[in-house]
C-alpha cells in the first residue's frame, strides 16, 4: 500500500500535513482523524486505509494543526475558534477539490458537522463515526473532561482517564499546551443547524460507546441521516471488522 505525505502553509502561517493513498483519479474523500490522533493512528495502523482504497477512492487524510506530522504551536494565537474546519476548507481549496465525500472519527466527525454548518463546502455523502447528539450540540462536557484529563493526570476527577491521556501525550510527543489548545478551538453546533443539515449522512458507533452522547439522538437530529451500531467502545470500534466493513460500504455506494 502506497502512502505520500504532502505539507501546505495556511494563512497563518502553519505547516499542516495531509497524507493521499488510493486511486489518484478515484473520487476525492476527505478522512479527518480523531482527537489526540492523527492519520496515521486512525485510518493506515487499524487496516481501514488499506480497504478504503479498494474501493477506487482518491483518499485524502490531513493531520490537525497539533497532531501528528503537523505544526504544533503552543501558542493560543493559532488557535481561534473552528480553525481545524477553516484547515480543511482551505486544504479543498488547494487541492481544487470540491465534488468529495466525507469521513470523521471522534473529533474528525464533529469537525466534518463543522463544516457543514459553516457551508462553505458541501460533501456529496458523510460518515461520522464515534459520535453523538451532546458531542455536536453541547461540546463544553467533552472539552472539560478532557482539560481536566490533560492538565491533572493522575489527580484528574477521572484519575484513569487522566493517566491514559498523559500517557498517549508522552508516548505521541505531543504538547499539552497544543492539545489545550485545540480544545478551545471547539463549537457547537445548535439544534437547528444540526435539522437544517440535508446530506446524506450515516452514523456509525461502537455499542458501549457514549463518550460523545447518543448517536441515535444524532442520526435523528440531522436531516437526512440514519444509525449504525457495530461492536466496540470508544477506542475499540475502529478496529473492527464491522466498522471496516460498514465504512467500506458506505465508500462503495456513495
Not at 146 to 157: L, Q, S, T, V, W
Not at 213 to 238: E, F, I, K, T
Request: with cysteine.
Amino acid at each position: 500500500m502506497d502512502y505520500t505525505t504532502f505539507r501546505f502553509k495556511t494563512s497563518d502561517g502553519l505547516n499542516l500535513a495531509w497524507t493521499e493513498a488510493g486511486a489518484p483519479s478515484g473520487r476525492p474523500t476527505l478522512i479527518l482523524h480523531g482527537f489526540l490522533a492523527s492519520a496515521q493512528l486512525n485510518w493506515v495502523e487499524p487496516g481501514l486505509v488499506a480497504a478504503m482504497a479498494k474501493t477506487g477512492r482518491r483518499l485524502i487524510l490531513p493531520d490537525f494543526r497539533g497532531h501528528g506530522r503537523s505544526d504544533a504551536p503552543k501558542d493560543a494565537a493559532f488557535y481561534p475558534k473552528d480553525v481545524l474546519a477553516q484547515d480543511q476548507e482551505a486544504l479543498l481549496a488547494q487541492l481544487g477539490v470540491t465534488d468529495f465525500d466525507l469521513v470523521g472519527y471522534s473529533l474528525g466527525a464533529r469537525m466534518a458537522v463543522r463544516l457543514l454548518a459553516r457551508g462553505h463546502v458541501r460533501p456529496g455523502n458523510v460518515f461520522l463515526g464515534g459520535m453523538g447528539l451532546a458531542g455536536i450540540t453541547t461540546v463544553g462536557t467533552r472539552m472539560a473532561y478532557f482539560e481536566d484529563a490533560i492538565r491533572n493526570g493522575p489527580k484528574a476527577r477521572d484519575a484513569r482517564a487522566g493517566t491514559y491521556v498523559h500517557a498517549i501525550l508522552k508516548d505521541r510527543g505531543m504538547s499539552p499546551e497544543a492539545a489545550l489548545n485545540v480544545l478551545g478551538t471547539q463549537l457547537s453546533t445548535p439544534p437547528d443547524v444540526l435539522a437544517s443539515i440535508t446530506v446524506p449522512v450515516v452514523v456509525v458507533n461502537g455499542e458501549q460507546d457514549q463518550d460523545n452522547g447518543d448517536p441515535v439522538a444524532l442520526a435523528a437530529g440531522l436531516g437526512n441521516a440514519r444509525c449504525q451500531l457495530v461492536p466496540g467502545n470508544h477506542l475499540s470500534a475502529v478496529a473492527e471488522p464491522a466498522f471496516r466493513d460498514a465504512l467500506v460500504a458506505f465508500l462503495g455506494v456513495a
